[in-house]
């Protein structure tokens, strides 16, 4: 049998550009490696799912062409994807700009997809492992399990490096070699960050607000702030997660990395209410004066890397100590040495490159038929649901292509 499609990766983009071209008449083989499809849906927002956001602007995703996915989310963006998933009987809803799926069950959302495929012309082959594919005259032919699925058209759907268990494995960019497409450079997005110094021992376990600041070489390169989770190895945490692909990035190419947390970002006033305190609190010691500010974790941590005795009274504490206290909740320097791979990562930064793809259908520009969609693609979102976002619209994107009548 030659279907008008073969679909290469049961995850949020394979089954979106399925059901898609299922829906204006297409027959469709879908093809996941795993046991079932749609399984790191159930990993998304921790379980509750987040869909999409309501915020967009040019700094929410990024790849060799930052500016790529912009145009094809104007075509389906947040209120054709709530338009979707109503029409598949699903509500969904926001929390601070934040959409989830209205029973906040990632469960929900997979169930919906699968439910719908069912009910097309859609063949779902799952435990299939995609090993090598190739085109012969106008037929695309994928090889693996001892079999040969034949397609009109390809869609590699396959997904990253991250999280290989619950499905991306990387294979989906040996295909894309093979097809002569140029991957950049791949490596793990949206993670934690690993830093240098013995003092984690007396912070992690922490979770404070702080502004966090990433330098290269002595260069600011990003800035995030959001509640930061100190742990044994580093820091990690939504906004060191959100600057984590500008500091591997500068990382791999051999920079210096530096970040600066400012423990108390709301406190403009730190200096001046500090000196204050001191007048009426000279009952109490260094350490004690200090938790009135900060966890007292935290309070250790400083003392201990200035090299202060928490009993000092800090009455007795001398003036310049006092201010190096303060400088460091302002400026908290970690040096990073390393970074969580890919089994901790969110996402994978690099990819297909978007230069060797047509912008507004997705399909190669090398090889007629071959289209390219989420995760795949040289595209990451910051967190947030931008990733989910980019994974349906460029999945709908692909399929109403190879939805349209054989003039493609």
């Known amino acids: 049998m030659k279907y008008d499609a073969i679909v290469v990766g049961g995850g949020p983009s394979g089954m979106m ?140 759907a396959a997904g990253g490096c991250a999280q290989e268990k619950l499905g991306s494995n990387g294979s989906g960019y040996r295909l894309a070699r093979g097809f002569h497409h140029r991957v950049t450079d791949t490596f793990p997005a949206l993670v934690a960050l690993e830093g240098k110094g ?36 580093g820091i990690s945490g939504i906004p060191v997660f959100q600057v984590s692909r500008y500091a591997i990035n500068a990382l791999r190419r051999k920079k210096k990395i530096t970040v600066m947390l400012d423990l108390m970002p709301d ?51 001398p003036a310049k100590d006092f201010r190096n206290i303060l400088q460091m909740i302002r400026r908290f320097e970690i040096e990073i040495s390393g970074y969580k791979g890919y089994d901790m990562a969110q996402i994978t930064a690099g990819g297909v490159s978007t230069r060797e793809v047509v912008p507004e259908t997705l399909e190669s520009k090398k090889l007629r038929g071959l289209y390219f969609t989420g995760e795949l693609l040289d595209v990451d979102g910051t967190c947030g649901g931008y990733n989910l976002q980019w994974a349906f619209t460029s999945g709908y994107i692909a399929g109403r292509q190879i939805g349209k009548d054989d003039t493609n």
Do not use: H
């Open 17 to 156: 550009t399925a059901i898609t071209a299922a829906q204006r008449g297409k027959k469709i083989l879908l093809l996941e490696r795993m046991e079932k499809l749609g399984k790191k849906i159930l990993a998304t927002g921790n379980g509750r799912c987040n869909l999409s956001n309501s915020y967009l602007d040019e700094g929410c995703y990024r790849g060799e062409q930052p500016g790529f996915p912009y145009r094809l989310l104007e075509e389906f963006g947040l209120q054709e994807l709530i338009q979707f998933f109503e029409s598949l009987g699903m509500l969904m809803t926001e929390t601070q700009g934040y959409y989830y799926p209205a029973s906040f069950q990632a469960s929900t959302v997979a169930e919906t997809l699968i439910g719908k495929i069912k009910t097309l012309p859609i063949q779902v082959e799952t435990g299939f492992e995609a090993e090598t594919a190739d085109k012969k005259k106008d037929t695309f032919r994928v090889y693996g399990n001892g079999v040969r699925y034949e397609g009109k058209n390809l869609v590699l």
């Open 198 to 233: 013995s003092y984690f021992q007396w912070t992690a376990g922490v979770r404070n607000t702080c502004r966090v600041t990433v330098y290269a070489n002595g260069e600011k390169i990003a800035a995030e702030k959001g509640e930061v989770q100190f742990t044994k190895y």
């Open 267 to 317: 406190m403009p006033t730190l200096k001046e209410t500090a000196e204050e305190f001191r007048k009426y609190c000279g009952y109490k010691n260094t350490e004690e004066f200090f938790q009135g500010f900060l966890n007292k974790k935290l309070v250790y941590g400083i003392l201990k890397r200035l090299g202060i005795r928490p009993e000092i009274p800090i009455r007795k504490l």
